[in-house]
């Protein structure tokens, strides 16, 4: 059974940095055939991509509200990613999710609990 763990979400001041980390086990393929996601959803709002990181690291994609201030990673022996989360503003408040996704199976498409991120003075 695949089940995705995040991590590290909290309560933060404004400006401050959160490092959120995404455990991966029970994935029969290997890994670093994963695209990695990390989503989230404000309060009474939709489900949005925040970063993505290809197989062998070699791209990323953010979204244009958080470029420049979210880095994401990936740790293909230790099957993680990370989503390094530095100025962080109020708006930047919501429950995060990563998500893996393979990039040629249909159907092997995970996603975590979340982890909830709160920036508030």
């Not at 994935?27 to 990181?53: C, D, T």
């Not at 958080?66 to 880095?71: L, N, P, Q």
Request: with cysteine.
């Amino acid at each position: 059974q695949v089940q995705l763990v995040e991590s590290g979400g909290g309560l933060m001041q404004p400006g401050g940095s959160l490092r959120l980390s995404c455990a991966a086990s029970g994935i029969s393929a290997s890994f670093a055939n994963y695209i990695m996601r990390w989503f989230r959803q404000a309060p009474g709002r939709e489900r949005e991509l925040v970063a993505a990181i290809i197989t062998d690291a070699a791209s990323t994609d953010y979204a244009d509200s958080v470029k420049g201030r979210f880095i994401i990673t990936r740790d293909n022996a230790r099957k993680s990613s990370y989503l390094q989360m530095n100025s962080l503003k109020v708006e930047d408040t919501g429950v995060y999710y990563c998500n893996a996704v393979h990039t040629t199976i249909r159907g092997l498409d995970f996603w975590g609990k979340g982890t909830l991120v709160t920036v508030s003075a």
